[in-house]
Structures are given as structure tokens and as C-alpha cells.
């Protein structure tokens, strides 16, 4: 059973910087995509940033040009760098990873929270 652990979540600033780690508990040998997605409170949960194995990036148009999203893929890990938050970037963000025959893995979600 893989999991996928989460880290660097927590309280910031409005125009500050968070990177999110999310790294697999074992080696996985076909990762297809890796992605990041949020869910605020009352609100469903929503694409944010994906990246396939090729390293072809997507991002939600809220995010455009302030959110980066990485692969190392020899250390089974996805990044989300966060640049000029907002507080509507305020959410849990859970990270996914699209494994080839196999399905869907989640992470635990880490909190963000952008606050004056």
C-alpha cells in the first residue's frame, strides 16, 4: 500500500511564499501524472496544478503565474512552490498521484492558511 505524505502546509501572510511537499512512502515505478488539488471550506474540491510524466504543466487560471509545480521523480515527490497568496488560496490542499493500472492515491492534506 503507498502512501503519499504531505508537508510544508500552514499560516502565512497575504503576498507570502509556501512550498508544499508531497513524497510517496515507497518507490513507485509508474507515475503518470502528480497534481495538486485544494478544498475550502463549503466549496468543492478544485484542480490547482497537474504535471504528467513528460513534465507538461497545467494550472488553474486563479493560479496562473504565482504557482509552480515540480516533479522529482526519482524521489517519488511533487512540489507546489506558492508565490503571492492571497487569502482566497486558503484551503486544504491534497496531493494526487495517477498510477499507471493501479489508480488514484491521495495525500492526508495540509492546511494553508493566508491571513493578515
Known amino acids: 500500500q503507498v502512501q503519499l505524505v504531505e508537508s510544508g502546509g500552514g499560516l502565512v501572510q497575504p503576498g507570502g511564499s509556501l512550498r508544499l511537499s508531497c513524497a510517496a512512502s515507497?518507490?513507485?515505478?509508474?507515475?503518470?501524472?502528480m497534481g495538486w488539488y485544494r478544498q475550502a471550506p463549503g466549496k468543492l474540491r478544485e484542480l490547482v496544478a497537474v504535471i504528467s510524466g513528460g513534465g507538461r504543466t497545467n494550472y488553474a487560471d486563479s493560479v496562473k503565474g504565482r504557482f509552480t509545480i515540480s516533479r522529482d521523480n526519482a524521489k517519488n515527490t511533487v512540489y507546489l512552490q506558492m508565490n503571492s497568496l492571497k487569502p482566497e488560496d486558503t484551503a486544504v490542499y491534497y496531493c494526487n498521484f495517477k498510477i499507471v493500472g493501479v489508480g488514484d492515491y491521495w495525500g492526508q492534506g495540509t492546511q494553508v492558511t493566508v491571513s493578515s
Open positions: 515507497r518507490s513507485i515505478f509508474s507515475i503518470n501524472t
